[in-house]
């Protein structure tokens, strides 16, 4: 009996996602259904399913990409499997009803790179997005990984790397956007106290709400964020480095865990690193989720195994960082450019972007946008190309009223500056910043004062109450947009915001201090008169803030339409709608404690509220 072999070379690969956001859907059980029906058709030896990380477009998921031919699949379910597998893998006719059709159009979009939200992405973070197992590092090796490497070990001097970096114009991709090259040089620089090792870090502390940049790098990619490091290493002369990651993230854990010691078994990593006499390995340092631990110093601390609080600078980490030696610290962005910096060339990489802000930055894209995910931009594009070209515009035909760029630290642009270009100086000047890349689209039924409270909520809970500015200054403006939501502000209070918002930012021990009154400012700049409505008129224009809000029940439409349904009474925790059932309803004012359940579940647009 002749024995089987498994070939070579497989017809279609079959590249599941198997990111967070597509887990969460059940993309695991669509890998094991692929292959269940796979072989339940023979098809075993001709399909390959593949897990990869995240492919991008999370509000679509769970994904598939088969390739070649980059057909896309998307929201799919287990029961949906036999019959693409039927169809498509085994009679050769791609499935149209479970590809993207985009809204109010009719005709699905067979090709991933001819849909919307991904033409205009440049990948260079995410280069190996939808393309790799993650868990492989054979996969990534036959995607170049590695060789940019093998160049800085053998053909570069620390110097000539470092000087590559500088030309490339990268800037850390974690906030600041502080020069990579010469944060590199300044440690490269640096002399280790009583003959001390230099360090290396990964900042994978990623606490912003809405963003989930770092998370999916690790996830999808982890052998870039390594080989960045370990050329990172070889430039400023370290031996030991640590990647910091969030507890909250154990896919991003588990892969990066399994990254290294592939990476060690591979020889490039560990010692003598290529047969080069290069040292350099990596650990995990694991935090617990504070907030404030993004933050360098803090982050450090951390390490060490001291409570994650910022010290002043100077000295700078570079100068004195991780067990007060010189230490270079970069966030998982950043390392991810590195390698294909080093391949490609600093030339190619600064023709990318703009003057000042060179490369591409990747953004987590949420809030109310139809395509929620993950993107890869150029430097300099607009924020109307991704919230409308990219992102597919706003859901239900409402209008964009405003959008906020760098997390809690950032701020609100409204909609007159949607041909603002992203980069680092121009976000600044409109009042916000690049961050680590997170962007919250917000659309007409969202009130700024309740955003602005809500971010500066965060923030004063995640401060770690070292210095009185950030402690009582930010909890003394949380006070105040508390005053206002509930109609009990004054005009003053507006000024008073300022003042404390402007004390903090120069006083504050560290970043988070110092960028947390930004959702306050951007919004009393932008939006000054939806502070004086809640003010002046004791009302929320977008109805949010329920304190303001008054109930009421139009009892025509109640009887003529709802047939006095008696769902609104039902639901009243406070007993505060009187009427009987067949008969029209009223809300008792005296009562009412302004919870909003009567609106909502009123089907028939009964329950007004003013």
Excluded at 68 to 86: A, C, M, R, S
Aim: with cysteine; net charge neutral; aromatic share 6%.
């Amino acid at each position: 009996m002749e024995e089987k072999t498994t070939p070579t070379r497989y017809r279609l690969h079959l590249m599941v996602c198997a990111g967070t956001a597509c887990v969460s859907n059940r993309s695991f059980e669509i890998k094991e259904a692929l292959e269940k029906e796979l072989k339940k058709q023979g098809l075993e030896n001709e399909v390959l399913v593949v897990t990869t990380g995240c492919n991008g477009f999370c509000e679509r998921g769970p994904l598939l990409v088969v390739q070649p031919g980059n057909i896309f699949y998307q929201q799919l379910t287990v029961k949906d499997i036999p019959y693409l597998v039927e169809e498509h893998f085994l009679k050769g006719r791609p499935v149209q009803k479970l590809m993207y059709t985009p809204p109010e159009e009719k005709k699905p979009i067979p090709v991933l790179n001819d849909i919307d939200f991904f033409k205009k992405q440049v990948l260079i973070a995410l280069r190996n997005r939808g393309l790799i197992d993650p868990e492989k590092i054979e996969d990534y090796i036959a995607r170049d990984g590695y060789r940019a490497l093998v160049k800085a070990l053998t053909q570069m001097t620390p110097e000539e790397i470092i000087e590559e970096i500088k030309k490339s114009g990268l800037r850390g991709r974690g906030g600041a956007g502080f020069p990579t090259g010469l944060k590199w040089e300044f440690v490269r620089l640096a002399s280790p106290a009583n003959g001390g090792l230099k360090y290396l870090v990964c900042n994978g502390d990623e606490g912003d709400p809405g963003a989930f940049m770092d998370r999916s790098i690790l996830e999808a990619d982890p052998h870039s964020v390594i080989e960045g490091m370990v050329i990172g290493a070889k430039a400023i002369g370290a031996q030991q480095g640590y990647v910091y990651i969030r507890n909250e993230y154990p896919l991003a854990l588990k892969r990066l865990t399994l990254a290294l010691e592939q990476a060690r078994e591979y020889g490039l990593l560990g010692k003598d690193i290529l047969g080069t006499g290069f040292d350099f390995d990596i650990k995990v340092a694991r935090g617990a989720g504070a907030f404030v631990c993004g933050e360098e110093t803090a982050l450090l601390a951390s390490i060490e195994g001291r409570l994650g609080e910022p010290r002043p600078r100077p000295p700078y980490p570079a100068q004195r960082g991780l067990y007060g030696q010189p230490t270079c610290i970069n966030n998982v962005e950043t390392w991810a450019n590195v390698p294909v910096i080093i391949n490609r060339g600093a030339e190619w990489f600064s023709k990318i972007g703009t003057k000042t802000s060179k490369g591409t930055k990747v953004f987590s894209l949420v809030g109310k946008i139809n395509n929620t995910g993950l993107v890869e931009v150029p430097m300099g594009i607009t924020l109307r190309e991704i919230i409308f070209e990219i992102g597919g515009g706003i859901p239900g035909g409402k209008e964009f009223k405003a959008v906020q760029t760098g997390g809690p630290s950032g701020g609100c642009i409204p909609k007159e500056k949607l041909d603002l270009p992203i980069d680092y100086e121009s976000l600044t000047e409109a009042g916000s910043m690049m961050g680590s890349g997170g962007m919250v689209v917000m659309d007409e039924d969202t009130c700024m004062v309740d955003v602005a409270k809500y971010f500066l909520s965060f923030t004063q809970d995640e401060s770690c109450g070292k210095c009185t500015p950030c402690r009582e200054g930010t909890k003394a403006m949380l006070d105040i947009l508390e005053r206002i939501t509930k109609g009990e502000g004054t005009e003053e209070d507006l000024q008073l915001l300022e003042d404390l918002a402007v004390s903090i930012k120069e006083t504050a021990l560290c970043g988070l201090g110092k960028t947390a009154p930004n959702p306050v400012l951007t919004t009393l700049r932008y939006f000054r008169d939806e502070y004086l409505t809640h003010i002046r008129d004791k009302k929320c224009p977008a109805h949010v803030c329920r304190d303001l809000n008054v109930y009421t029940i139009d009892e025509k439409i109640c009887l003529e339409v709802g047939h006095g349904c008696d769902v609104c009474r039902r639901n009243c925790a406070s007993e505060a709608i009187i009427g009987e059932k067949n008969q029209p309803h009223r809300i008792i004012q005296e009562k009412c404690i302004k919870c909003g359940v009567c609106y909502d579940v009123c089907k028939f647009g009964a329950v007004k509220v003013d």
